[in-house]
Protein backbone atom coordinates (compact mmCIF):
# COMPACT_ATOMS: atom_id res chain seq x y z
CA UNK A 1 0.00 0.00 0.00
CA UNK A 2 1.73 3.83 -1.16
CA UNK A 3 1.05 6.59 0.48
CA UNK A 4 -1.60 8.47 -1.59
CA UNK A 5 -3.45 4.97 -0.92
CA UNK A 6 -3.20 5.47 2.65
CA UNK A 7 -4.27 8.95 2.09
CA UNK A 8 -7.27 8.03 -0.07
CA UNK A 9 -8.26 5.18 2.12
CA UNK A 10 -8.31 7.92 5.49
CA UNK A 11 -10.47 10.73 3.27
CA UNK A 12 -12.84 8.39 2.09
CA UNK A 13 -13.25 7.09 6.37
CA UNK A 14 -13.63 10.17 6.89
CA UNK A 15 -16.07 11.32 4.01
CA UNK A 16 -18.23 8.40 5.44
CA UNK A 17 -19.50 9.98 8.63
CA UNK A 18 -22.64 12.42 7.41
CA UNK A 19 -24.37 14.70 9.68
CA UNK A 20 -28.07 13.65 10.54
CA UNK A 21 -30.10 16.78 11.38
CA UNK A 22 -33.21 14.72 11.06
CA UNK A 23 -33.55 13.54 14.52
CA UNK A 24 -33.42 17.49 15.70
CA UNK A 25 -35.66 18.52 13.81
CA UNK A 26 -37.92 15.91 14.80
CA UNK A 27 -37.44 17.16 18.56
CA UNK A 28 -37.85 21.00 17.91
CA UNK A 29 -41.39 20.22 15.76
CA UNK A 30 -42.36 17.39 18.62
CA UNK A 31 -42.35 20.28 21.54
CA UNK A 32 -43.58 22.78 19.50
CA UNK A 33 -46.11 20.79 18.48
CA UNK A 34 -46.86 19.37 22.30
CA UNK A 35 -46.49 23.09 24.06
CA UNK A 36 -48.66 24.43 21.27
CA UNK A 37 -51.59 22.33 22.41
CA UNK A 38 -51.36 22.04 25.69
CA UNK A 39 -51.29 26.35 25.53
CA UNK A 40 -54.67 26.33 23.46
CA UNK A 41 -55.72 23.75 26.12
CA UNK A 42 -54.83 25.77 28.77
CA UNK A 43 -56.72 28.94 26.78
CA UNK A 44 -59.81 27.30 26.09
CA UNK A 45 -60.52 25.27 28.82
CA UNK A 46 -59.24 27.36 31.86
CA UNK A 47 -61.78 25.67 33.97
CA UNK A 48 -60.16 22.11 33.52
CA UNK A 49 -56.40 23.25 33.94
CA UNK A 50 -56.91 25.65 36.65
CA UNK A 51 -59.56 23.50 38.80
CA UNK A 52 -57.37 23.97 41.79
CA UNK A 53 -54.74 26.17 42.83
CA UNK A 54 -51.41 23.08 42.01
CA UNK A 55 -53.44 21.76 39.30
CA UNK A 56 -51.90 24.24 36.69
CA UNK A 57 -48.71 23.64 37.85
CA UNK A 58 -49.00 19.92 38.06
CA UNK A 59 -50.09 19.91 33.84
CA UNK A 60 -47.36 22.42 32.60
CA UNK A 61 -44.91 20.12 34.63
CA UNK A 62 -46.29 16.67 34.60
CA UNK A 63 -46.35 16.25 30.64
CA UNK A 64 -43.42 18.05 29.53
CA UNK A 65 -41.76 15.69 31.93
CA UNK A 66 -43.13 12.67 30.27
CA UNK A 67 -42.00 14.68 26.85
CA UNK A 68 -38.85 14.87 28.04
CA UNK A 69 -38.89 10.98 28.98
CA UNK A 70 -40.21 10.48 25.38
CA UNK A 71 -37.70 12.12 23.74
CA UNK A 72 -34.95 10.97 25.54
CA UNK A 73 -35.85 7.31 24.82
CA UNK A 74 -35.78 8.58 21.02
CA UNK A 75 -32.78 10.10 21.00
CA UNK A 76 -31.27 6.61 22.45
CA UNK A 77 -33.09 4.71 19.95
CA UNK A 78 -32.35 6.48 17.07
CA UNK A 79 -28.28 7.40 18.08
CA UNK A 80 -28.46 3.30 18.40
CA UNK A 81 -30.25 3.18 14.76
CA UNK A 82 -27.49 5.44 13.32
CA UNK A 83 -24.75 3.44 14.94
CA UNK A 84 -22.35 6.22 15.48
CA UNK A 85 -21.92 9.53 17.38
CA UNK A 86 -20.46 12.64 15.78
CA UNK A 87 -18.70 15.28 18.18
CA UNK A 88 -21.50 17.96 16.98
CA UNK A 89 -24.27 15.27 18.31
CA UNK A 90 -22.44 15.43 21.62
CA UNK A 91 -22.39 19.07 21.71
CA UNK A 92 -25.71 19.34 20.83
CA UNK A 93 -27.24 16.77 23.27
CA UNK A 94 -24.61 18.84 25.81
CA UNK A 95 -26.54 22.16 25.17
CA UNK A 96 -30.20 21.12 25.14
CA UNK A 97 -29.45 19.08 28.30
CA UNK A 98 -28.53 22.18 30.14
CA UNK A 99 -31.35 23.49 28.74
CA UNK A 100 -33.28 20.86 30.20
CA UNK A 101 -31.88 21.52 33.76
CA UNK A 102 -32.62 25.15 33.45
CA UNK A 103 -35.70 24.55 32.19
CA UNK A 104 -36.52 22.76 35.98
CA UNK A 105 -35.02 25.23 37.83
CA UNK A 106 -36.95 28.61 36.47
CA UNK A 107 -40.06 26.53 36.87
CA UNK A 108 -39.03 25.83 40.53
CA UNK A 109 -38.02 29.38 41.11
CA UNK A 110 -41.37 30.63 39.43
CA UNK A 111 -44.05 28.13 41.49
CA UNK A 112 -41.45 29.73 44.80
CA UNK A 113 -41.91 33.23 43.76
CA UNK A 114 -45.80 32.37 42.31
CA UNK A 115 -44.70 33.84 39.08
CA UNK A 116 -45.59 32.84 35.49
CA UNK A 117 -42.22 31.39 33.83
CA UNK A 118 -43.10 31.82 30.00
CA UNK A 119 -41.00 34.32 28.86
CA UNK A 120 -38.06 33.18 31.22
CA UNK A 121 -38.28 30.05 29.40
CA UNK A 122 -39.04 31.86 25.88
CA UNK A 123 -35.90 33.63 26.54
CA UNK A 124 -33.74 31.09 27.51
CA UNK A 125 -35.24 28.77 24.51
CA UNK A 126 -34.50 31.71 21.80
CA UNK A 127 -31.14 31.74 23.04
CA UNK A 128 -30.61 27.85 23.05
CA UNK A 129 -32.05 28.03 19.18
CA UNK A 130 -29.72 30.34 18.18
CA UNK A 131 -26.95 28.57 19.16
CA UNK A 132 -28.12 25.43 17.68
CA UNK A 133 -28.57 27.32 14.73
CA UNK A 134 -25.08 28.68 14.89
CA UNK A 135 -23.40 25.31 15.64
CA UNK A 136 -25.03 22.98 12.86
CA UNK A 137 -24.99 25.83 10.63
CA UNK A 138 -28.83 25.78 9.28
CA UNK A 139 -29.99 29.60 8.92
CA UNK A 140 -33.59 28.67 9.75
CA UNK A 141 -33.08 27.47 13.22
CA UNK A 142 -31.32 30.80 13.88
CA UNK A 143 -33.87 32.90 12.32
CA UNK A 144 -36.00 31.48 14.33
CA UNK A 145 -34.35 31.70 17.58
CA UNK A 146 -33.64 35.54 16.61
CA UNK A 147 -37.52 35.82 15.81
CA UNK A 148 -38.54 34.46 19.83
CA UNK A 149 -36.08 36.41 21.38
CA UNK A 150 -37.34 39.73 19.64
CA UNK A 151 -40.86 38.74 20.17
CA UNK A 152 -40.14 36.96 24.01
CA UNK A 153 -38.61 41.00 24.35
CA UNK A 154 -41.84 42.62 23.04
CA UNK A 155 -44.01 40.60 25.20
CA UNK A 156 -41.71 41.72 28.35
CA UNK A 157 -43.32 45.43 27.38
CA UNK A 158 -46.93 44.41 27.20
CA UNK A 159 -47.67 42.73 30.29
CA UNK A 160 -51.56 42.42 29.23
CA UNK A 161 -50.67 40.05 26.37
CA UNK A 162 -51.72 36.77 27.58
CA UNK A 163 -48.82 34.81 28.20
CA UNK A 164 -50.66 31.52 26.82
CA UNK A 165 -50.87 33.26 23.17
CA UNK A 166 -47.34 34.34 23.39
CA UNK A 167 -46.20 30.51 24.16
CA UNK A 168 -48.31 30.07 20.91
CA UNK A 169 -46.92 32.37 18.79
CA UNK A 170 -43.67 32.07 19.72
CA UNK A 171 -42.96 28.61 19.52
CA UNK A 172 -44.47 28.67 16.37
CA UNK A 173 -42.43 31.56 15.05
CA UNK A 174 -38.85 29.64 16.66
CA UNK A 175 -39.28 25.81 16.94
CA UNK A 176 -42.59 24.53 14.65
CA UNK A 177 -41.49 26.31 11.65
CA UNK A 178 -37.72 26.04 11.65
CA UNK A 179 -38.14 22.10 13.26
CA UNK A 180 -40.21 21.84 9.74
CA UNK A 181 -37.80 23.30 7.55
CA UNK A 182 -34.78 20.80 9.35
CA UNK A 183 -36.64 17.57 9.55
CA UNK A 184 -37.32 18.14 5.47
CA UNK A 185 -34.74 19.01 4.11
CA UNK A 186 -33.13 17.24 1.37
CA UNK A 187 -29.46 16.77 2.14
CA UNK A 188 -30.35 15.27 5.51
CA UNK A 189 -30.88 12.02 4.73
CA UNK B 1 5.74 8.08 15.91
CA UNK B 2 6.93 4.75 16.39
CA UNK B 3 7.73 1.77 14.01
CA UNK B 4 5.09 -0.12 15.75
CA UNK B 5 2.24 1.67 15.30
CA UNK B 6 2.72 2.80 11.75
CA UNK B 7 3.31 -1.34 11.08
CA UNK B 8 -0.14 -0.97 12.57
CA UNK B 9 -1.63 1.26 10.69
CA UNK B 10 0.29 -0.46 7.48
CA UNK B 11 -2.97 -2.70 7.26
CA UNK B 12 -6.04 -1.14 4.84
CA UNK B 13 -8.54 -2.26 7.38
CA UNK B 14 -7.40 -0.72 10.92
CA UNK B 15 -6.45 2.67 8.95
CA UNK B 16 -9.89 2.68 7.31
CA UNK B 17 -11.35 1.70 11.51
CA UNK B 18 -8.89 4.10 12.80
CA UNK B 19 -9.66 6.94 10.08
CA UNK B 20 -13.39 7.05 10.62
CA UNK B 21 -13.16 6.89 14.24
CA UNK B 22 -11.46 9.55 15.07
CA UNK B 23 -14.24 11.53 12.94
CA UNK B 24 -16.74 10.44 15.32
CA UNK B 25 -17.24 9.96 19.06
CA UNK B 26 -18.41 6.59 19.43
CA UNK B 27 -19.27 4.19 16.80
CA UNK B 28 -20.70 0.51 16.82
CA UNK B 29 -19.86 -2.78 15.51
CA UNK B 30 -21.65 -3.02 12.04
CA UNK B 31 -21.23 0.57 11.23
CA UNK B 32 -17.63 -0.63 10.95
CA UNK B 33 -18.13 -3.31 9.20
CA UNK B 34 -19.90 -1.21 6.58
CA UNK B 35 -16.72 1.49 6.69
CA UNK B 36 -14.07 -1.29 6.24
CA UNK B 37 -15.49 -3.33 3.98
CA UNK B 38 -14.66 -6.23 5.85
CA UNK B 39 -15.65 -9.40 7.29
CA UNK B 40 -16.57 -9.92 11.58
CA UNK B 41 -14.04 -11.97 12.26
CA UNK B 42 -11.31 -10.37 10.64
CA UNK B 43 -12.87 -6.71 11.56
CA UNK B 44 -12.80 -8.43 15.46
CA UNK B 45 -9.20 -9.21 14.81
CA UNK B 46 -7.77 -6.26 13.51
CA UNK B 47 -9.91 -4.23 16.36
CA UNK B 48 -8.03 -6.53 18.99
CA UNK B 49 -4.94 -5.19 17.49
CA UNK B 50 -5.81 -1.79 18.22
CA UNK B 51 -7.23 -2.09 21.30
CA UNK B 52 -4.02 -3.96 22.53
CA UNK B 53 -2.08 -1.46 21.25
CA UNK B 54 -3.77 1.36 23.18
CA UNK B 55 -5.29 2.94 20.14
CA UNK B 56 -8.55 2.43 20.47
CA UNK B 57 -11.26 2.04 23.56
CA UNK B 58 -13.79 -1.16 23.45
CA UNK B 59 -16.80 -0.81 25.42
CA UNK B 60 -18.96 -3.59 25.95
CA UNK B 61 -22.86 -3.37 27.54
CA UNK B 62 -26.10 -4.74 27.61
CA UNK B 63 -29.19 -2.29 25.43
CA UNK B 64 -32.97 -4.10 25.45
CA UNK B 65 -30.88 -7.54 26.63
CA UNK B 66 -28.68 -7.41 23.78
CA UNK B 67 -25.30 -7.49 23.82
CA UNK B 68 -23.59 -4.28 22.25
CA UNK B 69 -19.74 -2.93 21.31
CA UNK B 70 -19.13 0.72 20.93
CA UNK B 71 -16.00 1.86 19.93
CA UNK B 72 -13.92 4.84 20.40
CA UNK B 73 -10.36 6.41 19.67
CA UNK B 74 -8.19 7.00 22.88
CA UNK B 75 -5.91 10.09 23.14
CA UNK B 76 -3.15 7.92 22.43
CA UNK B 77 -4.84 6.74 19.11
CA UNK B 78 -5.54 10.45 18.27
CA UNK B 79 -1.65 11.52 18.52
CA UNK B 80 -0.20 9.03 17.03
CA UNK B 81 -2.86 8.86 13.83
CA UNK B 82 -2.47 12.65 13.58
CA UNK B 83 1.36 12.08 13.74
CA UNK B 84 1.06 9.21 10.83
CA UNK B 85 -1.05 11.48 8.82
CA UNK B 86 1.44 14.56 8.94
CA UNK B 87 4.86 12.08 8.10
CA UNK B 88 2.19 10.70 5.07
CA UNK B 89 1.73 14.42 3.81
CA UNK B 90 5.15 14.98 4.34
CA UNK B 91 6.47 12.45 2.60
CA UNK B 92 3.72 12.53 -0.49
Known amino acids: ?30 WSIVVISMSFFHYFFPQIVQFSYYSASIYWISIPLLGMIYTTKYN ?16 IKIIWGVFGF ?31 GLIIKFN ?17 YNPFMNLLLVNVVGLSLGMLV ?7 QKNNE | MN ?7 FNPIRLKAISFLISVETCDFKTLIDVTDSTKGNLSIQLKKLNEAGLIDIKKYFYNSYPRTDYSITKKGKKSFEEFFKELKLLK
Open chain 1, 140 to 156: NVTIGGIGLLIFTAYSY
Open chain 1, 178 to 184: PGLSLYF
Open chain 1, 76 to 91: IKNGIKVGYVTQLDRV
Open chain 1, 102 to 132: AWIFIVAISLIYKVSPVQDVLFLLSIVLIMT
Open chain 2, 3 to 9: KETEKLL
Open chain 1, 1 to 30: MNKEEQIRIINNAINQTKQNLKPLGYNLVF
